[in-house]
């Protein structure tokens, strides 16, 4: 069965640092991965997926983040944090494929935190 | 284009009526996943529907909970006699009809549910 850690519940950062929110995935097969950001009382936006290819991936608000199959990570960074990006950070693994049914499983969740 | 829409927004039931969630996918979507969060917790998986179909119900409760979607018209997620443990958000996804690698799932706005 597929799994999803995010270690951490909640992280603070001052506005201008850089960010970086952990994700670990359990899964026997080449996982696709996403994160999503949830802003209060809101609905889940996508910021980025991986399903192949290059292993870091681009998304959109200037997040990225890099899939390492050797550490089973699928870390989210961003090099300088807004005030705007406070939110929940879900990471998620997917297993799709034509035909087969393509549920997500979630971590935790991280909140983050932006200080002034 | 229209996101996905779901309503109501919130919802307060008291112990022991039902509850009716609709969801209506994002045009030419012919895909929906429902899931629910938990306060402070992350998204679950609870049912993959396509029209008429229930694909993949194994995240769903064994009694009370029934999903539908049909021919036409929106997702229907119902909980009879509900407990205040059903309290949460109700989130519905869509997807496209061809299930490619890497599809994403676009999100509603979720149904909150509270349960008195």
């Known amino acids: 069965a597929q799994s999803v850690t995010q270690p951490d519940i909640h992280i603070t950062v001052s506005e201008g640092a850089s960010l970086e929110l952990r994700c670990n995935y359990s899964?026997?097969?080449?996982?696709?991965l996403f994160w999503y950001v949830q802003s209060p009382g809101q609905g889940l936006q996508l910021l980025l997926k991986y399903f192949s290819g290059d292993t870091l991936v681009q998304g959109i608000k200037g997040f990225e983040a890099e899939f390492k199959r050797s550490q089973s990570s699928f870390n989210l960074r961003k090099p300088s944090v807004h005030w705007s990006d406070a939110a929940e950070y879900f990471c998620a693994v997917g297993a799709s494929g034509t035909g087969t049914a393509s549920k997500l499983t979630f971590g935790t969740g991280t909140r983050l935190q932006v200080t002034l | 284009n229209a996101g996905v829409m779901q309503n109501p927004r919130h919802l307060v039931r008291r112990r022991g009526q039902e509850a009716r969630l609709r969801c209506s996918p994002m045009?030419?979507?012919?895909?929906v996943y429902w899931y629910r969060q938990l306060p402070e917790e992350g998204l679950k998986f609870m049912v993959y529907?396509?029209?008429?179909?229930?694909?993949?119900e194994s995240g769903m409760p064994k009694e009370r909970f029934s999903a539908e979607f049909p021919k036409e018209g929106p997702s229907i997620l119902r909980i009879q006699q509900v407990v205040r443990g059903d309290s949460a958000a109700y989130f519905c996804a869509s997807s496209p009809p061809l299930r490619r690698v890497g599809d994403e799932q676009f999100f509603g706005p979720g149904t909150r549910l509270t349960v008195l």
């Open positions: 045009k030419g979507h012919s895909h």
């Open positions: 529907l396509q029209k008429e179909n229930i694909i993949d």
């Open positions: 899964y026997g097969a080449t996982p696709y």
